[in-house]
Structure formats: C-alpha cells, structure tokens
C-alpha cells in the first residue's frame, strides 16, 4: 500500500509518499481500505516535533488518526458482519491515517451511510465531535448574539450552523476572502477579522452575548471586549499561538464569565468523546449539519498541511485516496 511518512520532523516537505507492506487486523481489529484521511492543526504541531497533548510518535510515522473507508479485513475474534461495510474511525492516540490502509480496533468504528460521502464522514468523527460537545456544554439560545471566529474552520463552520439552527443571532468572523464563503450561511454579520475596525462592525449590533473562541490572541481578547454584561467566552482553542488572555479584574468588571470546554468537561458528556462523535455523524447524516471540506489528494499532504498552517484551506482538511 501507499503511505505518507515522516523521518524526521520539520517542514511539511518532510511528508512523502512511500510503498510500505500492507497490514494486516489482530485480534478484535479489522482493516479499512482508506478512501479519506482527516489533517488536524496537531498534526502540523506533531510533524514540526513539538510537544502537544499527544505525545511525539516514534519516527518513521505515518501521521493522522481520522479514517473513513470500506473494511476489507477482518482479524481473528471479530465480527465478519463488519467485511464490505462503509465506516470512519478516531483512530485514537495510535497513527497511521495517512494512508490507504489503517487498522483499529471494531470498537472504534461507526457505520457511514451510503448517502454520507467519506470526507463528510471524516469531519463529523473529528471536527465535528469538538463542535458538538462545545454546544452540548454552552448551548445558544434564540436571543443569543453569537460570535463566532474562524468561522470558516471546520469546527468553526458547524457552530455556526447550529448557533443559527438554535435562533440565534450569528456574527462569523474569519480572514481575508475566506469570509465571502460565510454569506451562504445566512448569518447576519461577517467580518474579516484582518481589517483594523473589524470590531467596530459588530459593536454596531450592540455587542454580543456568547463567543465562541477557537482563535485566542489579539482576536480572542477583541471578542471578549465585545461581550456584553452575562455574556459567555467559550474557549476551545488558539490557533493564533496563545490563549486568550483573561483575568479575574474582566470577569469582575465585565460581568462575564470563561471558560475552557475541552478535555475532562467533554469527555464527562454522554457516552464521552465516542458518544459525541456518533452523534455529530448522525447530524450529517440527517443534513442538519452540512461538513464544509477542503479535500487533496493522499500524494499532496505536504500542501494540506501547507494550506492549513497557513490559513488558506476552508473548513475540515481532508486527504482523499478514492472513492467518494
């Protein structure tokens, strides 16, 4: 089979495509025949070799652990119902997306539908159970003014379709041209976060009372200044390099409150990380979520890994070996 592999880590040049032996299931494992493979922000940390909450693999590695595909094989003591099914898998803290084979144990897999495409399956098993599990924990409601920045990222993207679902009023924010993506929302307000007065377009709405921040920096603590007295900062993230910065005084002061909606409040909801993940794929699957994607060929992860470092891709970054 055809893999992509890391030897040493540094640029996104350093992941190439490579012949390797194909694998083979163990004991309660099956094998899918990889159609698509999810590309993480983390798995740009990991490739530069920078420490994270998962830790460094050993190298060579094929990196990714969001696969959705078409079990081929199935290892002893495993249920052979699983042969020629169409399933995604969280592969877990194990590696080896990146590829046209990965093996994981029947227990990680959820069935796909055969009106569910591949890459829209990978995004509701990764991006999608980040976005579900930040609305289980901090809801918007219908006389909620929402702001959401990077809007069009992945997780992004699915908070604000189900901020709008909810009633609420929605301000997307993103860079640069990837905001002309977020009218087809029907938000009542996108902004280009990389304008000086970007700000002041929203506190012309009157400010807004739940922020969704997966961005930090200069652009989290702008979006908590919009805030208005009982208004919420949901952090999940900081792609702009570090947290938003916020204080006991802002909380005071401000009448606000923030907090961190990853890690152990996530994996306390119902049925943890795996019961989000089923539930965000039956959002697809229904249509009340619709995945945005940004699919390259398995041959081209360098350019994914690339184009999301540098902000160009929209939504869920996905690499495609075939299929649907």
Not at 10 to 22: A, I, K, M, R, S
Request: without cysteine; glycine residues 14%; negative net charge.
């Amino acid at each position: 089979m055809k893999a992509i592999r890391l030897h040493a880590f540094g640029p996104p040049g350093n992941l190439v495509l490579e012949e390797v032996h194909d694998l083979q299931p163990g004991s309660g494992q099956v094998r899918i025949g990889v159609e698509s493979s999810g590309v993480h922000l983390l798995d740009t940390t990991l490739r530069l070799g920078e420490a994270g909450p998962v830790p460094l693999p050993e190298l060579p590695t094929v990196p990714g652990r969001e696969v959705a595909g078409v079990v081929d094989a199935v290892g002893p003591d495993t249920d052979r119902s699983w042969l020629g099914q169409r399933v995604v898998a969280h592969l877990g803290q194990v590696p080896g997306g990146y590829a046209e084979q990965a093996v994981t144990s029947a227990d990680h897999l959820f069935p796909v539908p055969d009106h569910v495409s591949f890459p829209d399956a990978v995004a509701a098993v990764g991006t999608g159970r980040t976005a579900l599990g930040i609305v289980e924990l901090e809801p918007p409601a219908p006389d909620d003014v929402v702001l959401v920045p990077s809007a069009a990222g992945g997780v992004g993207w699915l908070l604000v379709q189900s901020a709008l679902a909810a009633g609420a009023t929605v301000v997307a924010a993103a860079r640069g041209p990837r905001t002309d993506v977020l009218a087809d929302l029907g938000v009542a307000l996108a902004v280009d976060y990389d304008r000086p007065k970007w700000a002041d377009q929203v506190r012309d709405l009157g400010g807004v009372t739940l922020v969704y921040d997966g961005v930090g920096g200069d652009v989290g603590r702008a979006s908590l200044e919009l805030l208005r007295p009982g208004g919420r900062l949901v952090m999940f993230g900081f792609s702009a390099g570090t947290p938003t910065e916020v204080t006991t005084a802002d909380l005071v002061a401000r009448g606000i409150t923030a907090g961190w909606s990853l890690g152990p409040r996530m994996t306390a909801l119902p049925g943890g990380i795996p019961g989000l993940a089923g539930r965000a794929l039956q959002k697809v699957a229904s249509g009340e979520w619709r995945p945005l994607v940004s699919t390259f060929p398995l041959r081209e992860a360098a350019r994914a890994h690339a184009d999301l470092e540098e902000r160009r891709a929209l939504g869920k970054v996905v690499l495609v070996t075939g299929g649907r």
